[in-house]
């Protein structure tokens, strides 16, 4: 992942544009190269694929996984799908907010940590399910969390 860079950024709206990728192609790859999409880049996206300033937020909007700020240093996401429901995944999102400070959808004040929602990881006979910096993590329980916020820490 790279620090935001707009000429970058131009260059891949422009290379999906004229291979006719489609606008969420596009914003997939700002974000993988760039963790996010800046402002800056809703502009051109909007004129390279003809649409509307507003549909290109809207797209950002509707994905989960299109963020349009920079990233914590780590993200913890948390499934808040039924079948995690059913073993307790709210009861474990709010231990995290009263352990942390920051609710779902929040990234604490020092950017070391967000805290997304998820809807299904694959891992519903393992709930509540979640996944810290992009790996999964089953049965997450109390001491599971302390172990991930102690290393955050460190
Ligand atoms: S419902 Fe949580 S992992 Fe499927």
């Known amino acids: 992942m790279h620090n935001w860079n707009y000429q970058r950024a131009l260059q891949i709206i422009e290379e999906c544009a004229k291979s006719s990728q489609v606008l969420t192609s596009a914003l997939r790859q700002l974000v993988d190269d760039f ?15 003809l649409r509307s300033k507003a549909e290109v937020y809207g797209a950002i909007q509707y994905y989960s996984d299109f963020r349009d700020s ?5 993200i913890l996401r948390i499934c808040q799908a039924e079948s995690c429901q059913a073993v307790g995944s709210r009861k474990i999102t709010k231990l995290v907010t009263t352990k942390t400070g920051i609710a779902l959808g929040q990234t604490s004040s020092d950017g070391q940590i967000s805290l997304e929602p998820v809807y299904c990881l694959g891992l519903c006979a393992n709930g509540p399910a979640a996944e810290f ?8 329980d109390e001491a599971k969390i302390d172990k991930i916020l102690s290393g955050i820490r460190s």
């Open 35 to 49: 963790g996010y999409i800046d402002d800056a880049a809703i502009a051109p996206l909007a004129k390279a694929f």
């Open 70 to 74: 920079a990233p914590a240093e780590h």
């Open 133 to 140: 910096d992009g790996n999964p993590v089953a049965e997450l």
